[in-house]
């Protein structure tokens, strides 16, 4: 019973950050314009961040989209199907994509935040990798155990 709140909690909460998520990317060219009044840097380089940022945030939501999909199979107790292997591996790509969209802003203004978002995009794309592997082998034991009832 806890476990299946948790799971629903934790699906309200991707919902909730998919959504803001779209917002939060359809709003960037406002919201930089704005910040570029406060701060020189948003001012100089405001076309390539908003390319950046927007491109970011596609795939952000993206990761979103697939783990919501995934979500959606936890729910009806059914985790080890062909289509979270193949979310997990569209999530792996996702996640490169940002580490490499990411370090064009190196290009323009290097922060230590720009390092930490690389290298947790980087162990996010290896991680859904990895987990794609294993639930690619679970559901193929668990095909041949369905086989063999």
């Given at each position: 019973?806890?476990?299946?709140?948790?799971?629903?909690?934790?699906?309200?909460?991707?919902?909730?950050?998919?959504?803001?998520g779209?917002?939060?990317?359809?709003?960037?060219?406002?919201?930089?314009?704005?910040?570029?009044?406060?701060?020189?840097?948003?001012?100089?380089?405001?076309?390539?961040?908003?390319?950046?940022?927007?491109?970011?945030?596609?795939?952000?939501?993206?990761?979103?989209?697939?783990?919501?999909?995934?979500?959606?199979?936890?729910?009806?107790?059914?985790?080890?199907?062909?289509?979270?292997?193949?979310?997990?591996?569209?999530?792996?790509?996702?996640?490169?994509?940002?580490?490499?969209?990411?370090?064009?802003r190196?290009?323009?203004?290097?922060?230590?935040?720009v390092?930490?978002?690389?290298?947790?995009?980087?162990?996010?794309?290896?991680?859904?990798?990895?987990?794609?592997?294993?639930?690619?082998?679970?559901?193929?034991?668990?095909?041949?155990?369905?086989?063999?009832?």
């Open positions: 019973m806890e476990n299946n709140k948790i799971t629903r909690v934790t699906k309200l909460l991707l919902d909730i950050m998919f959504f803001a779209i917002i939060v990317a359809a709003t960037i060219p406002l919201s930089f314009k704005f910040f570029g009044k406060y701060n020189d840097y948003f001012e100089k380089f405001y076309f390539q961040l908003v390319i950046i940022f927007f491109i970011s945030g596609v795939f952000a939501i993206l990761i979103l989209g697939e783990l919501r999909k995934m979500f959606s199979t936890v729910l009806k107790d059914d985790c080890f199907v062909e289509s979270n292997v193949i979310s997990l591996k569209r999530m792996s790509i996702y996640s490169f994509a940002i580490v490499a969209v990411t370090l064009f190196l290009f323009i203004y290097f922060t230590p935040s390092s930490i978002i690389v290298i947790v995009f980087l162990i996010a794309g290896l991680f859904s990798r990895v987990l794609a592997i294993v639930f690619d082998k679970a559901v193929s034991y668990k095909r041949e155990n369905d086989f063999t009832i």
